[in-house]
Nanobody, 117 residues
Framework: QVQLVESGGGLVQAGGSLRLSCAGS????????MGWYRQAPGNQRELVAT???????NYADSVKGRFTISRDNAKNTVYLQMNSLKPEDTAAYYC???????????WGQGTQVTVSS
């Protein structure tokens, strides 16, 4: 059973950067499609970015060109580099592992990102 722990959130000014980490245990994250999602108060959880086992990435239009998802299989960790942050990026960010059949197998506990204007 894979377990995920996010870290790296915090308070940053608009235009700043943060790097989120998602550390896995119990299984190799390389087996899964890994994703970052976010949820702002009063909103539904939304997809931010995904990365396949082969390294193919996908991004929400709202973050394209600003965020980069990557994975380090040796460290069993997935990252989300967030640049040029905007106040509307403020949310709790969650890491997710899915099978290639799109079945969700694990969520992290979330890490809060707050961007001040």
């Amino acid at each position: 059973q894979v377990q995920l722990v996010e870290s790296g959130g915090g308070l940053v000014q608009a235009g700043g950067s943060l790097r989120l980490s998602c550390a896995g245990s119990g299984s190799m994250l390389s087996f899964f499609v890994m994703g970052w999602y976010r949820q702002a108060p009063g909103n539904q959880r939304e997809l931010v970015a995904t990365i396949s086992s082969g390294g193919i990435t996908n991004y929400a239009d709202s973050v394209k060109g600003r965020f980069t998802i990557s994975r380090d299989n040796a460290k069993n960790t997935v990252y989300l580099q967030m640049n040029s942050l905007k106040p509307e990026d403020t949310a709790a960010y969650y890491c997710n592992a899915r099978t290639i059949l799109n079945r969700s197998v694990s969520w992290g506990q979330g890490t809060q990102v707050t961007v001040s204007s």
